[in-house]
């Protein structure tokens, strides 16, 4: 069993930077990676990025050179960053980090809202 908590977040200003973080704890060897996906009000659920295994990184179109995936791995503990920048209208939504195992483990998400 793994949990995954979300940290982070923030108003920021549009074109501003922000970072979230997410660590799982538990089984540490289980995770075969981790990630985020992103749902906006109205929306459905969507990929953000991904840190796999060898270390590969895999992002969506519309945050590919604007947000950048990294990982750390402790004793007990995996934690994945996700820096973020150049901030757009579309950015905005509840950011839910993900560790992936055979049944993938799902934080409960957190909330990115950028300023008008």
């Known amino acids: 069993q793994v949990e995954v908590v979300e940290s982070g977040g923030g108003l920021v200003e549009p074109g501003g930077p922000l970072s979230l973080s997410c660590s799982a704890s538990g089984n540490r060897l289980s995770i075969h990676g981790m990630g985020w996906f992103r749902q906006a009000p109205g929306k459905q659920r969507e990929f953000v990025a991904v840190?796999?295994?060898?270390?590969?990184?895999?992002?969506a179109d519309s945050v590919t050179g604007r947000f950048t995936i990294s990982r750390e791995d402790a004793e007990t503990t995996v934690t994945v960053s996700l820096q973020m920048s150049g901030l757009k209208p579309e950015d905005p939504a509840v950011y839910y980090c993900y560790a992936a195992l055979d049944i993938n483990s799902w934080g409960k998400g957190i909330q990115v809202p950028v300023s008008s």
């Open positions: 840190h796999g295994r060898g270390g590969v990184t895999n992002y």
